[in-house]
């Protein structure tokens, strides 16, 4: 199982930026995907997710409204549209999958929201 993000930067406060995850090594349309996240000093915390099928969507209180998980399982993506970003969304932003019942992380992507 690989994880691998792409698409984090610097951005100013309002800006958006779109986070990409490209999933190989499982069958990527059988699995829920996840978007996680850890500021500097803190605990990893859950973004949003999304199901295999994309029926069902969850966020996180503090990006619902602002942010949008989607998934294209003929890329085996998934994506995190964020807008209105604020900079308490500074943090690295992590892929998720729990395949075979073990977690599996990607090497995660810095987002810095600064002016």
């Known amino acids: 199982v690989q994880l691998v993000e792409s698409g984090g930067g610097t951005v100013q406060p309002g800006g958006s930026l779109r986070l990409a995850c490209a999933a190989s090594?499982?069958?990527?349309?059988?699995?829920?995907m996840s978007w996680y996240r850890q500021p500097q000093g803190k605990e990893r915390e859950l973004v949003a997710a999304?199901?295999?099928?994309?029926?069902?969507?969850t966020y996180a209180d503090s990006v619902k409204g602002r942010f949008t998980i989607s998934r294209d399982n003929a890329k085996n993506t998934v994506y995190l549209q964020m807008n209105s970003l604020k900079p308490e969304d500074t943090a690295v932003y992590y892929c998720?999958?729990?395949?075979?019942?073990?977690?599996?992380w990607g090497q995660g992507t810095q987002v810095t929201v600064s002016s």
């Open positions: 999304i199901t295999r099928d994309s029926s069902s969507t």
């Open positions: 998720y999958v729990l395949w075979s019942f073990r977690p599996y």
């Open positions: 090594g499982f069958t990527f349309s059988s699995y829920r």
